[in-house]
């Protein structure tokens, strides 16, 4: 059999490529089905759902670039003729039904990718590449959104196919001619029917499956529209209340506050998308040392964590409903000597999920015409807090939790509505 496609049959590469990645359509289908509703209420049944995202998308990603080889070969190709050319409508319909799923083959691993890559990464894609994607930001509400879109094209695409199945099964019952035949590995050129010239791939097959996807597309953002924004929940702190102002007070503009904590071995990041920060801070220390003092309010109900926040939010971690907020209140110090990098610490206590634990952050602070950018890092241990007590070990959770901050203030004295 010879590797390219002839007038009348498929090459080694067109079938090779077609099967394997029917094989691969066919197991990731009932795959994603079942990763989606597998429980994740203990944590055995956490480890396997990421288990079978893992998997579920590793072969994603696989069957994309496959995709992207197989398009690019049949551009590069004869086409095979239709065996019956002269049902003009039968063959329209099976070429768009072609192009639908041609267009699915990318944009379905598309869409689950950019939702893996903007929801930070719970259960890893196992190839060396692709936990994030270049233009795709880290947001709740893009990962819903995308989620939405993969969700919805999954099902145009097991449209497709079941069109597809259906033809090719009509094909070798109802017709007996050979299009499944020509199809099949090793066989010869179907000799049913009589063959005309290849031709170039019609356009109206093309345009009718495109916009096909454009009406399921548009629609399916349209779903994923009103869900998203009120996932929305923008990486901007409130500001500190205002009323409190004084000279050495500071109003937080802008800022990030996001956690880092190793599940089955990978890291994966959330965020908090609103806190409330009380700053006070002079250059020059007080008598005792001090520059000032922080008190943050977080809000639990604002973070997220990939597709396990429900979980994180639940009694065995955050305990949202019995702590609704988390608060850290710190004196702002200099940094212990020697530590000429980061030039300021806060020490103080964080309460969170009910425990009480000491922490200092170390931070560095830059100050350019009254704005204020500082940013600093401390890891804590998920234990001190009793937090994941049903995992005590760390092949599902790890123990230390990195936080990092970072935010923009501008000084009290010149907020708005304070005057001179
Ligand atoms: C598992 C059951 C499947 C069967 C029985 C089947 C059968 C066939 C047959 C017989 C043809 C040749 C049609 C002709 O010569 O006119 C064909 C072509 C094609 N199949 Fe499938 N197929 C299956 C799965 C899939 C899947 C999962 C995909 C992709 C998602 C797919 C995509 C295509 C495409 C795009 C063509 C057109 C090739 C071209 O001319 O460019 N098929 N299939
Ligand atoms: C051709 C390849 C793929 C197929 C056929 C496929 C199929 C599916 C199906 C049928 C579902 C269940 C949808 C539902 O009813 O809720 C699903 C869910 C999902 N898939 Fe895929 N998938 C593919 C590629 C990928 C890739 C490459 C990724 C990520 C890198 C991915 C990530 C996901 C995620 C995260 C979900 C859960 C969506 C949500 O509920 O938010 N998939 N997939």
Redesign the pocket.
Known sequence: MQARNTVSS?GAV?KAL?WA??AL??TMIPLGLVAVEWPYDTSDALATKALLFSIHKTIGVAIFFLALARIGW?LSQP??A??HPERRLETAL?EGV?WL??V??VAVPLSGWVQHAAAAGFAPIWWPLGQTLPFVPQSAALAAGAGTVHAVFTKL?MAA?AL??AG??K?HLVDRDG??A??LPGRLAASSGTPVPARRHALAPALGALLVYGLVGGTAVTIAGPDAESDARPGVALPATVGATTPASWIVESGELTFTVRQMGSPVTGRFGRFDAEIVFEETPDADGRHGSVTVVIPIASMTLGSVTEQARGPEFFHAEAHPAARFSADILAAEEGDADVPYRAEGTLALAGAEVPVTLPFTLEIVDGVATASGTVTVDRRDFGMGESYPDEATVGFSVEIDVSLEARRGGVAAGEGA
């Open positions: 498929y067109s077609h990645i029917a359509i066919l049949m086409r095979p239709p065996l099976a072609h799923l041609y699915s083959l695409l196919l597809h199945v090719a099964l094909h299009t499944l020509r199809m």
